[in-house]
């Protein structure tokens, strides 16, 4: 079946602008995960939806930065004024959310950001 | 607040070799350890997931052990091969859901 899917697969942006990214999970899946990879660097933990619960935003770098899903589907990262900083590779992932120890996690591709 | 190393953070192998690559941590107190595999301008791959009461999990080519008390993981790689080139991570899963990564390993493989 259809994996975890992002978009845009690459963004360019001026300083100043604000962005959305898209993360399309695999159905069914009620977990889901927004990550940063800065360029060199290991994977950052920016914010976490399970179900209908409160989101964990605890990773979140800043009150720049957002996110929400609809119900157990389709989740959009939000970054406003975007600084040269927030440039890195955005990575979603999706999980079953099960909470077994055996519970690995789908990522997708990702979406390249460059703020110029 | 757990932390996860890996070392070394690059490696170049000729083709055939067998390799060790070391992931370490800081708190014990784990669900599961995995190492994912990530090739340029893709996602992550799983390759091995541990849970915490097992000692090591094999795939083909790939083996990896866990050694919850000194907070160790290493991934084997038996004869290497120019496909296995891609930055190998690790990752702790700490808590129910919340998952630490290391930095990554660059695995260069020489034809």
């Known amino acids: 079946g259809a994996g975890v899917s992002q978009s845009p697969s690459n963004k360019v942006t001026e300083k100043g602008k604000d962005v959305e990214l898209r993360c399309d999970p695999i159905?069914?899946?009620?977990?889901l995960y927004w990550y940063r990879q800065r360029l060199g660097q290991g994977l950052e933990f920016l914010i976490y939806?399970?179900?209908?619960?409160?989101?964990?935003k605890s990773g979140l770098p800043s009150d720049r930065f957002s996110a929400e899903r609809t119900g157990e589907s389709v989740s959009t990262l939000t970054i406003q004024r975007t600084q040269q900083e927030d440039s890195a590779v955005y990575l979603c992932?999706?999980?079953?959310?099960?909470?077994?120890?055996?519970?690995?996690?789908?990522f997708g591709p990702g979406t390249r950001l460059l703020v110029l | 607040k757990q932390e996860v190393t890996q070392i070394p953070a690059a490696l170049s192998v000729p083709e055939g070799e067998n390799l060790v690559l070391n992931c370490s941590f800081t708190?014990?107190?784990?669900?599961?350890l995995q190492w994912f595999r990530q090739d340029p301008g893709k996602g992550l791959t799983s390759l091995l997931l541990i849970q915490s009461s097992q000692r090591e999990q094999t795939s083909g080519r790939l083996n990896a052990s866990l050694d919850k008390s000194s907070g160790r993981s290493t991934l084997y790689i038996a004869a290497s091969q120019p496909g296995d080139s891609a930055t190998y991570l690790c990752?702790?899963?700490?808590?129910?859901?919340?998952?630490?990564f290391g930095t990554g390993t660059r695995l260069k493989v020489l034809a």
């Open positions: 992932a999706s999980s079953p959310g099960s909470g077994r120890v055996q519970e690995t996690q789908y």
């Open positions: 159905s069914g899946h009620t977990a």
């Open positions: 708190d014990s107190a784990i669900y599961n």
């Open positions: 990752a702790v899963r700490s808590g129910t859901y919340k998952y630490i």
């Open positions: 939806f399970q179900g209908n619960s409160a989101p964990d």
